[in-house]
């Protein structure tokens, strides 16, 4: 039975075979879950919480991207710069609605969560599965190389 404070529930569907990237990927559906949740208090509560969670998820994010764009370089995957672009895109796009949030502007904080929900797994599902699956391509060649040498 689903949780009804859980907006996204983690699972082997969404794991890319990368343990640190397929943990740091739990933690921002985590994070999403906390942002809905939040959204489910009373406005004075949801609110103080939101933008609290909300920080902590651009830090996350930030740092999230991170890892995998060092992990892009160093495998020389070929797709990383459009990948950067998505990443900054959504940075952008985040910081945009925490700050329409604190100046009060139009913001509504479920189209928030639903915005970061929606990204998040189709970010995973198509980017993030393309780059996992690069890395894996690579992987297969150094152990036949390493088979074949033997």
């Not at 569907?13 to 921002?28: C, E, M, T, V, W």
């Not at 900054?88 to 925490?98: H, Q």
């Not at 690069?134 to 150094?142: A, G, H, K, S, V």
Request: with cysteine; hydrophobic share 40%.
């Amino acid at each position: 039975m689903k949780d009804t404070r859980t907006l996204v529930e983690w699972n082997d569907r969404f794991k890319l075979g990368i343990p640190l990237i397929d943990s740091q990927h739990a933690n921002l559906i985590q994070l999403t879950n906390n942002l809905y949740w939040s959204c489910l208090q009373n406005t004075e509560l949801a609110n103080r919480y939101f933008i609290e969670t909300a920080r902590e998820a651009v830090n996350y994010v930030k740092h999230h991207f991170s890892t995998e764009e060092k992990l892009m370089l160093i495998s020389k995957f070929r797709g990383y710069n459009t990948h950067k672009k998505e990443h900054e895109a959504f940075i952008k796009e985040v910081l945009s609605m925490t700050q329409d949030f604190t100046n009060k502007k139009n913001f509504v904080p479920n189209r928030f969560v639903r915005f970061l929900q929606e990204w998040v797994l189709s970010h995973i599902a198509v980017c993030d599965k393309e780059m996992a699956d690069y890395f894996n391509l690579i992987l297969e060649r150094r152990r036949a190389k390493l088979a074949h040498a033997e």
